[in-house]
């Protein structure tokens, strides 16, 4: 494996389950150690997010991520206010005083992402962070990795969907056979084209069937707007989609084409693996 991560960078890591992506973000965040090899320039602020956030603890979410924030080295009114924020934004259900314990999946994924974010990192490695998460949750995760890069923080995530990789990342790392390559594909400095669409409920006032939209190829966002539902697809498979709200009972708002740039920033700091 020959990686680098300089700056500004947002780039993914893909491939079949049991190939080594959850293996390497141990490497690169020092919580594994590589038998051979080195990794060098690993920054001093990291933020770390599992693949499974073991949550089965009575403490409220607030009061562990006051904790954790003092650990890091923040006050803990400062920690108790960012977490609050973080928790807000991200649409904890429960509210903040809900313990661990009783948290679904996603909420305490919810959970494990505000953690990561509490101190600004350099560096943030997040391990399948849309799994589990709700649709209001899955625009406001893109927003929070653009905030890092554009602030001058590194992201590296993993995801098995391929139109994930294609339209949050600048670049793909691939793994195979046990080893690392680098793919520039089709979205190498900008983003994959993609298509948003605008769902709603019928003016018929007919109930449409609920449809896991995070499950259908080339859905990258999906955000929940009142009555509507705000998807952001990848071009290629936006027929797709459009055919399974349509089959649905959707009613559809809007479909529109959009590109996303994916600017390049500076790489004042560089961690190589």
Known sequence: ???????????????????????????????????????????????????????????????????????????????????????????????????????????AQKVALAQALLVQPDLLVLDEPWSGLDASAHGVLTELIDEVAAQGGAVVFTDHREAIAQAHAGGVYVISDGRGTWRDGRHA?????????????????????????????????????DAEVVLQVAREHSDTVLLTALQHRWSVVSLAGTANNHGSRGNARRTAL
């Not at 051979?36 to 602020?45: D, K, N």
């Not at 669409?197 to 006032?205: F, M, N, Q, R, S």
């Not at 449409?208 to 955000?223: F, K, T």
Request: with cysteine; proline share 6%; hydrophobic share 40%.
């Open 189 to 225: 400095g900008r983003r994959a084209s993609m298509a948003e669409l605008v769902l709603a409920v019928p003016p018929t006032g007919v109930m449409p069937v609920e449809v896991n939209w995070s499950a259908l190829p080339g859905v990258v966002d999906i955000v929940q707007r």
């Open 1 to 107: 494996m020959d990686m680098q991560v300089s700056a500004g960078d947002v780039l993914a890591v893909v491939g079949d389950n049991g190939s080594g992506k959850s293996t390497l973000l141990r490497i690169l965040v020092g919580l594994s150690q590589p038998t051979s090899g080195t990794v060098s320039g690993r920054p001093p602020h990291i933020g770390y997010v599992p693949d499974r956030f073991t949550a089965h603890d009575r403490i409220p979410a607030i009061s562990y991520l006051t904790h954790m924030g003092c650990i890091r080295g923040m006050s803990a009114s400062a920690a108790r206010a960012r977490g609050n924020h973080l928790l807000e934004r991200l649409s904890l259900v429960g509210g903040r005083n809900a313990s661990l314990r009783t948290l679904s999946k996603g909420n």
